[in-house]
Structures are given as structure tokens and as C-alpha cells.
């Protein structure tokens, strides 16, 4: 209405504030990184945080996640939650294998990212092993905070291309690993739209 009003009032003059420009490439990637789904794919207690990251009181909604996609066909983020064992990797490759591209991992916790305290035969010794994994979340388990800390970094690897720009450099994933938060800290809070 803006635009039509301006014109019948100034000519084309008064189309100056009502266009924006940008590329297209940025666009693109600025949507995909305010719309990306995450797999349904909780393995232990992490998956606990990760499920209360997505309710009402942290409300992952407010990024663009507030569905966990039950087909990984229909998703573009693997949330490790939790230890893998050597029984699940398969299936934990198979289920990558199937999301669509472009996608990215979080590791999130310890036992993911390392095996943490599971230190034997039965338990993958860190996830990278199985998936190229873009960022660490440490703790374990990790806070909402830290998961949303997580989530993201990887929205903005996504929307300023570096994580396309190493994982072509490297054949792997990002690699990023953040600092962890601790449950309600007020010195290091989360604030929408300062980054
Ligand atoms: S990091 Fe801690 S909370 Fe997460 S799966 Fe391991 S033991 Fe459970």
C-alpha cells in the first residue's frame, strides 16, 4: 500500500524507501538459517535438555525450530543428544544419510563428543567418527542455554557461509566448539537479534 501511495504521490521518486537490494546468495542463506529443522533423534539424558530447549520455556519457536521432524528427509539439523553406541552408529548414519542437503550436526554433551565417562568398547568415542559435526555443545548435560548457545553458532556459520567455506576446505565438518552456560547464569544471557 506504501508503495502505491508513494507513487500516486510522488511519482517515481517515491519508490527510493520502499526498495530494499541485496543478493540473492545472501538471501538464501539468511532464510536457511532462520528455517532449519532439526531430526527427531534423542539417545539418552540429553536428549531431556534438548526436548526442554524445544518447550514453552525456552521455546526454540522463536528461531524457526519448533518442529523436530520426524522423517530426516524433512530435516537439516542432527542434534546428537546423548551417548552413541557402537550398535546405534549405523543407524545414526543411515538416519544422516537420509536428511537432505545442506545439513549440519550439533554434538551436544560430552558423551557425544567424546564418549565423556562411557570410556569402553560399547560406546562410539566421539561422534565425529560417524558425522561431520559443525559445533560442540560441552556439558553434561548441556543447559537449554548452552544447546541455544549451539544452535546458534551454527545459524550464523550458516548465514555468513563459513561453515560451507571449511567443510569444502576440510571434507568435515565445521568444528566449532563453544563455551558451555551454566543453567539460568545471568552474567552470559542469551539475547535474541544482538548478534
Ligand atoms: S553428557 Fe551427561 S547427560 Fe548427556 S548423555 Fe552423557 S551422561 Fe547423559
Do not use: K
Given at each position: 500500500m506504501a508503495i502505491v501511495r508513494d507513487v500516486l504521490d510522488d511519482g517515481l521518486g517515491g519508490l527510493e524507501h520502499n526498495f530494499l537490494t541485496g543478493r540473492v546468495e545472501d538471501l538464501v542463506k539468511w532464510s536457511r538459517s532462520r528455517s532449519s529443522w532439526a531430526a527427531t533423534f534423542g539417545l539418552a539424558c540429553c536428549a531431556i535438555e534438548?526436548?526442554?530447549?524445544g518447550a514453552?520455556?525456552?521455546?526454540?519457536?522463536?528461531?524457526?525450530?519448533?518442529?523436530?521432524?520426524?522423517?530426516?528427509?524433512?530435516?537439516?539439523?542432527?542434534?546428537?543428544?546423548?551417548?552413541?553406541?557402537q550398535k546405534m552408529a549405523p543407524v545414526m548414519r543411515q538416519v544422516y544419510d537420509q536428511m537432505m542437503e545442506p545439513k549440519?550436526?550439533?554434538?551436544?554433551?560430552?558423551?557425544?563428543?567424546?564418549?565423556?565417562?562411557?570410556n569402553n568398547y560399547a560406546i562410539v568415542q566421539g561422534v565425529d567418527?560417524?558425522?561431520?559435526?559443525?559445533?560442540?555443545?560441552?556439558?553434561?548435560?548441556?543447559t537449554p542455554e548452552t544447546l541455544?548457545?549451539?544452535?546458534?553458532?551454527?545459524?550464523?556459520?550458516?548465514?555468513?557461509?563459513?561453515?560451507?567455506?571449511?567443510?569444502?576446505?576440510?571434507?568435515?565438518?565445521?568444528?566449532?566448539?563453544?563455551?558451555?552456560?551454566?543453567a539460568g547464569a545471568?552474567?552470559?544471557?542469551?539475547?535474541l537479534g544482538a548478534r
Open positions: 534438548m526436548m526442554g530447549t514453552a520455556h525456552y521455546d526454540l519457536a522463536r528461531f524457526g525450530m519448533e518442529v523436530f521432524r520426524a522423517s530426516p528427509r524433512q530435516a537439516d539439523i542432527m542434534i546428537v543428544a546423548g551417548r552413541v553406541s549440519w550436526v550439533i554434538s551436544m554433551g560430552v558423551c557425544a563428543s567424546t564418549g565423556g565417562m562411557f567418527q560417524i558425522v561431520p559435526v559443525d559445533v560442540y555443545a560441552p556439558g553434561c548435560p548441556p541455544i548457545h549451539a544452535i546458534e553458532t551454527l545459524h550464523q556459520l550458516i548465514e555468513d557461509g563459513e561453515i560451507m567455506r571449511r567443510r569444502a576446505a576440510t571434507g568435515a565438518g565445521a568444528n566449532v566448539h563453544i563455551t558451555e552456560i551454566a545471568t552474567t552470559t544471557p542469551i539475547v
